[in-house]
């Protein structure tokens, strides 16, 4: 360990790329726990947000990129709201899923790389979500086609899930966003 620019360094070459990839600085971390204690979804994770830092801060790459965590994660900000020193663990969370899809690394939710990637092409080619598209693409590729297919129906029917897209306004503007991100 070593202390740089005020900030303790733990000797981890993962907690490096975390790190660079999320912009944020997950050393800042001593487990106060208000992220988690403020998390909606926690109570269906492996581990919870503050103890997948502790994991990262310990280098334990596989564990934390192999759990649910990370993809049960809602991505609402609580937790980065909560935190004392202003981490935006929603951030480190994008972070982990970017390099558990670009690793290929296996999964406890199976599909959950696919309905990420599929989200994210969708945002990118209209600016905007739409679920008709995402069921449409995801249903057939995942081979579950029919788990929900009555809940499906009723949305649509009461007009909550749109069948036909719409690009917004300046979507090239969120295509250059993507870009950029590399």
């Not at 981890?12 to 790190?19: D, E, I, K, Q, T």
């Not at 609402?76 to 994008?94: F, K, Q, S, Y």
């Not at 679920?131 to 929900?148: H, N, Q, V």
């Amino acid at each position: 360990m070593e202390l740089r620019e005020g900030v303790l360094k733990v000797g981890s070459p993962f907690l490096g790329v975390v790190n660079q990839r999320s912009g944020q600085v997950i050393q800042l971390c001593y487990h106060c726990h208000k992220c988690t204690a403020g998390c909606p979804v926690a109570f269906a994770m492996d581990y919870g947000p503050d103890r997948l830092l502790r994991m990262m801060q310990f280098g334990l790459k596989e564990q934390v990129l192999c759990s649910s965590d990370i993809w049960i994660c809602a991505s609402c900000e609580t937790c980065g709201t909560r935190c004392p020193n202003e981490i935006d663990i929603a951030r480190v969370m994008d972070a982990l899923r970017q390099i558990t899809v670009e690793e290929r690394l296996p999964t406890k939710e199976r599909n959950a790389p696919l309905f990420h990637n599929l989200f994210l092409s969708i945002v990118k080619r209209l600016g905007r979500m739409h679920e008709a598209s995402l069921m449409g693409l995801y249903k057939p590729l995942s081979r579950d086609l029919f788990s929900d297919l009555p809940m499906g129906l009723k949305m649509i029917l009461k007009g909550k899930i749109p069948l036909l897209p719409h690009r917004i306004k300046g979507s090239d503007e969120v295509e250059k966003i993507f870009e950029r991100s590399g």
